[in-house]
Protein backbone atom coordinates (compact mmCIF):
# COMPACT_ATOMS: atom_id res chain seq x y z
CA UNK A 1 0.00 0.00 0.00
CA UNK A 2 2.89 2.72 0.72
CA UNK A 3 4.62 1.81 -2.79
CA UNK A 4 1.34 2.63 -4.25
CA UNK A 5 0.69 5.60 -2.10
CA UNK A 6 4.84 6.75 -2.66
CA UNK A 7 4.46 6.11 -6.84
CA UNK A 8 1.27 8.07 -7.25
CA UNK A 9 1.42 10.59 -4.69
CA UNK A 10 2.32 13.48 -7.45
CA UNK A 11 -0.67 12.32 -9.67
CA UNK A 12 -3.44 12.28 -6.72
CA UNK A 13 -1.67 16.20 -6.52
CA UNK A 14 -2.04 16.94 -9.38
CA UNK A 15 -6.09 15.55 -9.83
CA UNK A 16 -7.18 17.32 -6.67
CA UNK A 17 -5.46 20.69 -7.90
CA UNK A 18 -7.72 20.31 -11.18
CA UNK A 19 -10.74 19.73 -9.65
CA UNK A 20 -9.82 22.81 -7.15
CA UNK A 21 -9.73 24.99 -9.90
CA UNK A 22 -13.67 24.15 -10.10
CA UNK A 23 -15.44 27.38 -8.51
CA UNK A 24 -18.43 24.95 -7.27
CA UNK A 25 -19.73 27.99 -4.73
CA UNK A 26 -23.75 26.88 -3.90
CA UNK A 27 -24.10 29.93 -2.59
CA UNK A 28 -24.18 31.99 -5.76
CA UNK A 29 -26.32 31.16 -8.92
CA UNK A 30 -23.63 32.40 -10.89
CA UNK A 31 -21.69 29.67 -10.43
CA UNK A 32 -24.31 27.13 -11.08
CA UNK A 33 -22.37 25.53 -14.19
CA UNK A 34 -19.51 25.22 -12.14
CA UNK A 35 -21.48 23.22 -9.52
CA UNK A 36 -22.34 20.95 -12.20
CA UNK A 37 -18.89 20.36 -13.81
CA UNK A 38 -17.15 20.07 -10.29
CA UNK A 39 -20.18 16.77 -9.91
CA UNK A 40 -18.96 15.81 -13.63
CA UNK A 41 -15.39 15.82 -12.20
CA UNK A 42 -16.00 13.84 -9.40
CA UNK A 43 -18.28 10.92 -11.23
CA UNK A 44 -15.54 10.47 -13.84
CA UNK A 45 -13.01 9.89 -11.24
CA UNK A 46 -14.81 7.62 -9.25
CA UNK A 47 -15.37 5.78 -12.00
CA UNK A 48 -11.63 6.12 -13.17
CA UNK A 49 -10.67 4.33 -9.80
CA UNK A 50 -13.05 1.23 -10.19
CA UNK A 51 -16.38 2.75 -8.24
CA UNK A 52 -19.31 0.93 -9.86
CA UNK A 53 -22.98 2.24 -10.89
CA UNK A 54 -21.40 5.44 -10.51
CA UNK A 55 -24.58 8.45 -11.61
CA UNK A 56 -25.51 12.15 -11.28
CA UNK A 57 -28.41 12.12 -9.37
CA UNK A 58 -30.78 14.84 -9.61
CA UNK A 59 -32.61 16.73 -6.75
CA UNK A 60 -34.69 20.20 -6.75
CA UNK A 61 -31.07 21.98 -6.41
CA UNK A 62 -28.00 20.58 -7.20
CA UNK A 63 -27.07 17.25 -8.18
CA UNK A 64 -25.95 14.27 -5.29
CA UNK A 65 -23.17 11.69 -7.05
CA UNK A 66 -23.91 8.48 -6.04
CA UNK A 67 -21.95 5.18 -6.60
CA UNK A 68 -20.84 2.02 -5.07
CA UNK A 69 -18.75 -1.48 -5.14
CA UNK A 70 -20.88 -4.34 -3.38
CA UNK A 71 -18.11 -7.47 -2.69
CA UNK A 72 -21.17 -9.44 -1.44
CA UNK A 73 -24.69 -8.99 0.29
CA UNK A 74 -23.27 -10.96 3.23
CA UNK A 75 -20.81 -8.37 3.77
CA UNK A 76 -21.04 -4.94 5.85
CA UNK A 77 -21.77 -2.00 4.29
CA UNK A 78 -20.07 1.84 4.47
CA UNK A 79 -22.24 4.52 3.43
CA UNK A 80 -19.58 7.52 2.52
CA UNK A 81 -20.79 10.97 2.37
CA UNK A 82 -18.80 13.89 1.40
CA UNK A 83 -19.98 17.30 -0.37
CA UNK A 84 -18.41 18.87 -3.52
CA UNK A 85 -19.53 22.02 -3.24
CA UNK A 86 -17.54 24.91 -1.26
CA UNK A 87 -17.98 28.81 0.06
CA UNK A 88 -18.18 31.83 -1.29
CA UNK A 89 -14.34 32.99 -1.21
CA UNK A 90 -14.99 36.83 -0.52
CA UNK A 91 -13.13 38.85 0.24
CA UNK A 92 -10.93 38.07 -2.61
CA UNK A 93 -8.63 40.41 -2.05
CA UNK A 94 -7.33 38.96 1.24
CA UNK A 95 -6.49 35.51 -0.50
CA UNK A 96 -2.17 35.96 -0.99
CA UNK A 97 -3.16 33.95 -3.96
CA UNK A 98 -6.32 33.88 -6.38
CA UNK A 99 -9.20 30.97 -4.39
CA UNK A 100 -10.09 28.91 -7.31
CA UNK A 101 -5.77 28.75 -8.60
CA UNK A 102 -4.60 26.39 -6.53
CA UNK A 103 -1.06 26.09 -5.36
CA UNK A 104 1.21 24.42 -2.56
CA UNK A 105 3.38 26.39 -0.50
CA UNK A 106 5.20 25.54 3.02
CA UNK A 107 3.81 21.32 1.80
CA UNK A 108 0.06 22.91 1.76
CA UNK A 109 -2.56 23.07 -0.61
CA UNK A 110 -4.56 26.80 -1.17
CA UNK A 111 -7.19 26.99 -2.22
CA UNK A 112 -11.12 28.02 -1.82
CA UNK A 113 -12.56 23.69 -0.73
CA UNK A 114 -8.87 22.35 -0.36
CA UNK A 115 -9.71 21.23 3.19
CA UNK A 116 -13.71 21.43 2.86
CA UNK A 117 -14.51 19.08 1.90
CA UNK A 118 -12.96 18.47 -1.44
CA UNK A 119 -9.23 17.47 -0.15
CA UNK A 120 -11.10 15.50 2.45
CA UNK A 121 -13.62 13.65 -0.02
CA UNK A 122 -11.27 12.95 -3.00
CA UNK A 123 -8.94 11.37 -0.10
CA UNK A 124 -11.48 8.37 -0.38
CA UNK A 125 -11.84 8.43 -4.00
CA UNK A 126 -7.75 8.13 -3.95
CA UNK A 127 -8.33 5.45 -0.79
CA UNK A 128 -10.45 3.35 -2.64
CA UNK A 129 -8.56 3.25 -6.12
CA UNK A 130 -5.70 2.10 -4.27
CA UNK A 131 -7.48 -0.33 -2.45
CA UNK A 132 -8.36 -1.79 -6.00
CA UNK A 133 -4.67 -2.02 -7.42
CA UNK A 134 -1.99 -2.12 -4.93
CA UNK A 135 -2.15 -5.68 -3.94
CA UNK A 136 -3.18 -5.77 -0.65
CA UNK A 137 -6.20 -7.91 -0.91
CA UNK A 138 -9.01 -5.56 -2.44
CA UNK A 139 -11.96 -4.12 -1.21
CA UNK A 140 -12.68 -6.03 1.97
CA UNK A 141 -16.53 -4.74 1.99
CA UNK A 142 -19.28 -3.20 0.51
CA UNK A 143 -19.15 0.80 0.00
CA UNK A 144 -21.83 3.26 -1.12
CA UNK A 145 -20.52 6.62 -1.86
CA UNK A 146 -23.46 9.88 -1.64
CA UNK A 147 -21.46 13.19 -2.50
CA UNK A 148 -23.61 16.45 -2.09
CA UNK A 149 -23.76 19.98 -3.80
CA UNK A 150 -25.24 22.00 -1.26
CA UNK A 151 -23.87 21.41 2.11
CA UNK A 152 -22.29 24.84 2.22
CA UNK A 153 -26.40 26.24 1.92
CA UNK A 154 -28.13 23.59 4.10
CA UNK A 155 -28.33 20.49 2.25
CA UNK A 156 -31.69 21.54 1.53
CA UNK A 157 -32.55 18.30 -1.06
CA UNK A 158 -30.60 15.54 1.13
CA UNK A 159 -33.09 14.50 3.08
CA UNK A 160 -35.63 14.36 0.74
CA UNK A 161 -33.14 12.36 -1.41
CA UNK A 162 -32.61 10.13 1.63
CA UNK A 163 -36.06 9.52 2.34
CA UNK A 164 -36.62 8.28 -0.96
CA UNK A 165 -33.61 6.19 -1.60
CA UNK A 166 -33.61 4.64 1.55
CA UNK A 167 -33.08 0.83 0.12
CA UNK A 168 -30.37 2.54 -1.92
CA UNK A 169 -28.85 4.03 0.60
CA UNK A 170 -28.95 0.57 3.22
CA UNK A 171 -26.02 0.23 5.34
CA UNK A 172 -24.50 -0.26 8.50
CA UNK A 173 -22.65 2.95 9.35
CA UNK A 174 -21.77 6.20 7.91
CA UNK A 175 -17.97 7.46 7.34
CA UNK A 176 -17.70 11.47 7.18
CA UNK A 177 -14.48 13.05 6.23
CA UNK A 178 -15.55 16.64 7.08
CA UNK A 179 -13.98 17.52 10.82
CA UNK A 180 -10.18 17.48 11.85
CA UNK A 181 -7.48 16.30 14.17
CA UNK A 182 -5.92 17.82 16.85
CA UNK A 183 -2.77 18.42 15.37
CA UNK A 184 -0.42 15.90 12.96
CA UNK A 185 1.28 14.50 15.96
CA UNK A 186 -1.84 14.16 17.76
CA UNK A 187 -4.68 12.21 16.16
CA UNK A 188 -8.07 12.72 17.04
CA UNK A 189 -11.58 11.55 16.25
CA UNK A 190 -14.79 13.86 16.71
CA UNK A 191 -17.36 12.10 18.64
CA UNK A 192 -19.51 15.44 18.99
CA UNK A 193 -21.22 18.23 16.99
CA UNK A 194 -22.92 21.13 17.83
CA UNK A 195 -25.90 21.97 16.27
CA UNK A 196 -27.03 25.10 14.27
CA UNK A 197 -30.24 28.14 14.65
CA UNK A 198 -29.46 30.53 11.98
CA UNK A 199 -31.69 33.82 11.02
CA UNK A 200 -31.48 37.16 9.24
CA UNK A 201 -33.16 39.98 11.14
CA UNK A 202 -34.26 43.35 9.52
CA UNK A 203 -35.09 46.38 11.91
CA UNK A 204 -37.12 48.66 10.02
CA UNK A 205 -37.83 52.85 11.39
CA UNK A 206 -38.84 55.19 8.91
CA UNK A 207 -40.46 54.76 5.74
CA UNK A 208 -37.57 56.03 3.69
CA UNK A 209 -33.63 57.12 4.53
CA UNK A 210 -34.00 60.38 6.35
CA UNK A 211 -31.34 63.20 6.18
CA UNK A 212 -29.30 63.14 9.67
CA UNK A 213 -29.89 66.49 10.50
CA UNK A 214 -33.37 67.42 9.61
CA UNK A 215 -34.41 64.31 11.31
CA UNK A 216 -31.86 63.30 13.68
CA UNK A 217 -32.82 62.73 17.38
CA UNK A 218 -36.53 63.09 16.63
CA UNK A 219 -36.77 59.38 15.25
CA UNK A 220 -35.33 55.56 15.91
CA UNK A 221 -32.34 55.11 14.22
CA UNK A 222 -32.25 51.81 12.95
CA UNK A 223 -28.72 50.68 13.25
CA UNK A 224 -28.83 52.49 16.63
CA UNK A 225 -31.25 50.13 17.55
CA UNK A 226 -30.37 46.71 16.04
CA UNK A 227 -26.81 47.41 17.57
CA UNK A 228 -28.37 47.92 21.06
CA UNK A 229 -30.38 44.85 20.98
CA UNK A 230 -27.55 42.76 19.55
CA UNK A 231 -25.09 43.87 22.30
CA UNK A 232 -28.27 42.88 24.76
CA UNK A 233 -27.94 39.26 23.74
CA UNK A 234 -25.01 38.67 26.00
CA UNK A 235 -24.34 39.82 29.89
CA UNK A 236 -21.36 40.69 31.07
CA UNK A 237 -20.46 37.04 31.72
CA UNK A 238 -20.50 36.06 28.29
CA UNK A 239 -24.07 34.17 29.32
CA UNK A 240 -26.75 34.30 26.57
CA UNK A 241 -29.48 36.02 27.90
CA UNK A 242 -32.66 34.73 25.90
CA UNK A 243 -35.01 33.26 28.43
CA UNK A 244 -35.07 29.61 28.81
CA UNK A 245 -32.16 29.32 26.38
CA UNK A 246 -29.99 27.10 29.01
CA UNK A 247 -32.55 24.92 29.73
CA UNK A 248 -31.76 21.92 27.77
CA UNK A 249 -28.21 22.70 28.02
CA UNK A 250 -26.20 19.08 28.48
CA UNK A 251 -24.02 20.23 31.28
CA UNK A 252 -20.97 17.94 31.54
CA UNK A 253 -19.88 16.63 34.79
CA UNK A 254 -16.28 17.39 36.29
CA UNK A 255 -15.44 14.40 35.58
CA UNK A 256 -16.06 14.36 32.21
CA UNK A 257 -14.86 17.99 31.86
CA UNK A 258 -11.54 16.71 33.56
CA UNK A 259 -11.23 14.03 30.63
CA UNK A 260 -11.56 17.00 28.03
CA UNK A 261 -8.96 18.74 29.72
CA UNK A 262 -6.67 16.12 29.17
CA UNK A 263 -6.40 16.75 25.41
CA UNK A 264 -3.30 18.98 24.20
CA UNK A 265 -4.15 22.25 24.14
CA UNK A 266 -2.30 25.80 24.47
CA UNK A 267 -3.95 28.71 25.42
CA UNK A 268 -1.13 31.21 24.23
CA UNK A 269 -0.91 29.34 20.79
CA UNK A 270 -4.48 29.40 20.29
CA UNK A 271 -4.31 33.63 21.20
CA UNK A 272 -1.18 33.74 18.67
CA UNK A 273 -2.82 31.89 15.99
CA UNK A 274 -5.37 34.23 15.35
CA UNK A 275 -3.58 37.50 16.35
CA UNK A 276 -5.26 38.48 19.70
CA UNK A 277 -4.17 39.63 22.51
CA UNK A 278 -6.81 37.88 24.69
CA UNK A 279 -9.63 34.69 24.61
CA UNK A 280 -13.20 35.58 25.41
CA UNK A 281 -16.04 33.67 25.82
CA UNK A 282 -18.70 32.61 28.79
CA UNK A 283 -17.54 32.83 32.26
CA UNK A 284 -16.20 29.45 33.97
CA UNK A 285 -15.36 27.46 30.89
CA UNK A 286 -11.76 26.92 29.04
CA UNK A 287 -11.34 28.20 25.28
CA UNK A 288 -11.43 24.46 24.72
CA UNK A 289 -15.06 23.69 26.11
CA UNK A 290 -16.31 26.97 24.50
CA UNK A 291 -15.70 26.17 21.37
CA UNK A 292 -17.22 22.37 22.09
CA UNK A 293 -19.77 21.68 24.72
CA UNK A 294 -21.27 25.26 24.93
CA UNK A 295 -24.22 26.79 22.97
CA UNK A 296 -23.09 30.36 21.63
CA UNK A 297 -24.32 33.30 19.80
CA UNK A 298 -22.19 35.25 17.12
CA UNK A 299 -23.63 37.94 14.79
CA UNK A 300 -22.25 36.82 11.68
CA UNK A 301 -23.03 39.83 9.34
CA UNK A 302 -24.55 42.99 9.64
CA UNK A 303 -24.89 45.85 7.44
CA UNK A 304 -27.36 49.16 7.05
CA UNK A 305 -27.17 52.63 5.92
CA UNK A 306 -24.11 54.09 3.71
CA UNK A 307 -21.01 51.87 3.76
CA UNK A 308 -19.18 53.77 0.11
CA UNK A 309 -16.88 56.21 0.21
CA UNK A 310 -16.61 59.58 1.62
CA UNK A 311 -19.37 60.64 4.21
CA UNK A 312 -23.21 60.72 3.53
CA UNK A 313 -25.55 61.63 6.33
CA UNK A 314 -28.50 59.43 6.38
CA UNK A 315 -30.61 57.82 9.18
CA UNK A 316 -31.14 54.54 7.33
CA UNK A 317 -34.44 53.21 6.95
CA UNK A 318 -33.67 49.65 7.31
CA UNK A 319 -30.75 47.56 9.93
CA UNK A 320 -29.67 43.97 8.97
CA UNK A 321 -27.61 41.14 10.60
CA UNK A 322 -27.39 37.90 10.42
CA UNK A 323 -27.29 35.77 13.27
CA UNK A 324 -25.98 31.89 14.32
CA UNK A 325 -26.38 30.09 17.56
CA UNK A 326 -24.52 26.71 17.93
CA UNK A 327 -26.16 24.34 20.05
CA UNK A 328 -25.28 21.22 22.41
CA UNK A 329 -27.03 17.71 23.46
CA UNK A 330 -29.95 18.30 24.42
CA UNK A 331 -30.97 21.80 22.94
CA UNK A 332 -33.26 21.53 19.37
CA UNK A 333 -33.35 23.98 16.69
CA UNK A 334 -36.71 24.26 16.39
CA UNK A 335 -36.46 24.92 19.90
CA UNK A 336 -33.61 27.49 20.13
CA UNK A 337 -35.25 28.75 16.97
CA UNK A 338 -39.26 29.97 18.55
CA UNK A 339 -37.00 31.05 21.63
CA UNK A 340 -35.01 33.40 18.91
CA UNK A 341 -37.70 34.77 17.46
CA UNK A 342 -40.01 35.84 20.23
CA UNK A 343 -37.06 37.34 22.44
CA UNK A 344 -35.87 39.28 19.63
CA UNK A 345 -38.91 40.85 18.10
CA UNK A 346 -39.96 41.34 22.21
CA UNK A 347 -36.63 43.30 22.75
CA UNK A 348 -37.26 45.60 19.71
CA UNK A 349 -37.27 49.41 20.98
CA UNK A 350 -40.29 52.07 20.52
CA UNK A 351 -40.05 53.47 16.68
CA UNK A 352 -39.10 50.45 14.75
CA UNK A 353 -40.43 46.93 13.86
CA UNK A 354 -38.37 43.53 13.43
CA UNK A 355 -38.67 40.74 11.20
CA UNK A 356 -36.91 37.39 12.04
CA UNK A 357 -36.74 34.86 8.71
CA UNK A 358 -34.97 31.59 10.02
CA UNK A 359 -31.93 30.43 7.92
CA UNK A 360 -31.22 26.47 8.20
CA UNK A 361 -30.53 25.03 10.93
CA UNK A 362 -29.79 21.56 12.58
CA UNK A 363 -29.34 19.55 15.87
CA UNK A 364 -26.15 18.34 18.07
CA UNK A 365 -24.90 14.99 17.81
CA UNK A 366 -22.97 12.68 20.04
CA UNK A 367 -21.30 9.83 17.99
CA UNK A 368 -20.71 6.43 20.47
CA UNK A 369 -16.89 5.43 21.29
CA UNK A 370 -17.90 1.95 21.66
CA UNK A 371 -18.70 0.85 18.55
CA UNK A 372 -17.50 -1.45 16.34
CA UNK A 373 -16.49 1.39 13.71
CA UNK A 374 -15.17 3.59 16.34
CA UNK A 375 -12.74 1.55 17.42
CA UNK A 376 -12.29 0.36 13.72
CA UNK A 377 -11.16 3.82 12.95
CA UNK A 378 -9.40 4.47 16.45
CA UNK A 379 -7.30 1.27 15.11
CA UNK A 380 -6.73 2.63 11.56
CA UNK A 381 -5.34 5.75 12.71
CA UNK A 382 -3.35 4.29 15.84
CA UNK A 383 -1.74 2.24 12.56
CA UNK A 384 -1.07 5.39 10.34
CA UNK A 385 0.21 7.94 12.90
CA UNK A 386 1.73 5.70 15.20
CA UNK A 387 -0.36 6.75 18.62
CA UNK A 388 -4.12 5.82 19.63
CA UNK A 389 -6.30 9.29 18.91
CA UNK A 390 -8.15 11.50 20.99
CA UNK A 391 -11.60 11.15 20.99
CA UNK A 392 -12.87 15.00 21.11
CA UNK A 393 -16.18 17.05 20.65
CA UNK A 394 -16.13 19.55 17.47
CA UNK A 395 -17.34 23.30 17.62
CA UNK A 396 -18.89 22.99 14.24
CA UNK A 397 -22.22 21.26 12.52
CA UNK A 398 -22.75 18.99 10.41
CA UNK A 399 -26.56 18.85 10.70
CA UNK A 400 -26.99 16.04 8.12
CA UNK A 401 -25.02 13.48 10.50
CA UNK A 402 -28.33 14.01 13.00
CA UNK A 403 -30.88 13.03 9.96
CA UNK A 404 -28.55 10.28 9.19
CA UNK A 405 -29.52 8.58 12.77
CA UNK A 406 -33.49 9.46 12.45
CA UNK A 407 -33.56 8.74 8.72
CA UNK A 408 -31.44 5.78 8.24
CA UNK A 409 -30.73 4.36 11.61
CA UNK A 410 -27.15 4.77 11.37
CA UNK A 411 -24.47 6.27 13.58
CA UNK A 412 -21.34 8.30 11.98
CA UNK A 413 -17.96 8.15 12.61
CA UNK A 414 -16.43 11.47 11.92
CA UNK A 415 -12.57 10.05 10.16
CA UNK A 416 -11.37 13.87 9.08
CA UNK A 417 -7.95 14.85 8.71
CA UNK A 418 -8.07 18.79 8.75
CA UNK A 419 -6.49 20.95 11.30
CA UNK A 420 -8.25 23.81 13.05
CA UNK A 421 -5.32 26.49 11.15
CA UNK A 422 -6.53 25.44 7.50
CA UNK A 423 -8.62 28.27 7.76
CA UNK A 424 -11.74 26.90 6.30
CA UNK A 425 -14.49 29.35 5.00
CA UNK A 426 -11.56 31.99 5.63
CA UNK A 427 -9.16 33.79 3.02
CA UNK A 428 -6.20 31.48 2.56
CA UNK A 429 -7.95 27.87 3.34
CA UNK A 430 -5.94 25.69 3.04
CA UNK A 431 -5.02 21.73 3.66
CA UNK A 432 -1.36 19.64 4.40
CA UNK A 433 -0.29 17.80 1.94
CA UNK A 434 0.74 15.40 4.91
CA UNK A 435 -2.96 15.28 5.97
CA UNK A 436 -4.31 14.70 2.21
CA UNK A 437 -1.70 11.62 1.94
CA UNK A 438 -2.40 10.23 5.31
CA UNK A 439 -6.30 10.55 4.65
CA UNK A 440 -6.06 8.38 1.78
CA UNK A 441 -3.02 6.26 4.01
CA UNK A 442 -5.51 5.43 6.43
CA UNK A 443 -9.10 5.08 5.06
CA UNK A 444 -8.01 1.62 3.84
CA UNK A 445 -6.63 0.43 7.34
CA UNK A 446 -10.64 1.14 8.52
CA UNK A 447 -12.15 -0.58 5.72
CA UNK A 448 -10.40 -3.57 6.78
CA UNK A 449 -10.74 -3.49 10.05
CA UNK A 450 -14.31 -2.73 10.30
CA UNK A 451 -14.71 -5.97 8.28
CA UNK A 452 -12.58 -8.10 9.92
CA UNK A 453 -14.73 -6.81 13.42
CA UNK A 454 -17.09 -9.03 14.92
Known amino acids: M ?6 NQTRFLNELMDWLRIPSVSADPKFHADVLKAADFLKTRLEEAGVQNVEICPTAGNPIVYGDYIVSPEAKTVLVYGHYDVQPADPYELWTSPPFEPVIKDEKIYARGACDDKGQVYMHVKAFEMMMRDGQGGVPCNIK ?44 IEVGLRGLSYHEVTVTGPNRDLHSGLYGGAVQNPIN ?12 NGHITIPGFYDNVDELSADERAEMAKAPFSEEEFKKSIGLPDSYGEKGYSSMERTSIRPTLDVNGIWGGYTGEGAKTVIASQAHAKISMRLVPHQTSDEIT ?20 PHHGGEPVVTPTNSVAYKAAADAMETTFG ?7 GGGSIPIVAMFKSELGLDTVLLGFGLDSDAIHSPNEHFGV ?6 IETIPHFYRNYAAAK
Request: aromatic share 8%.
Open 2 to 7: ANYLAD
Open 145 to 188: FMFEGEEEIGSNNLEIFVKANKEKLKADVILISDTGILANDVPS
Open 225 to 236: ALCEMIASLHDA
Open 338 to 357: ALFQKHFTSIAPQGVTVEVR
Open 387 to 393: KRPVPTR
Open 434 to 439: FNFLKG
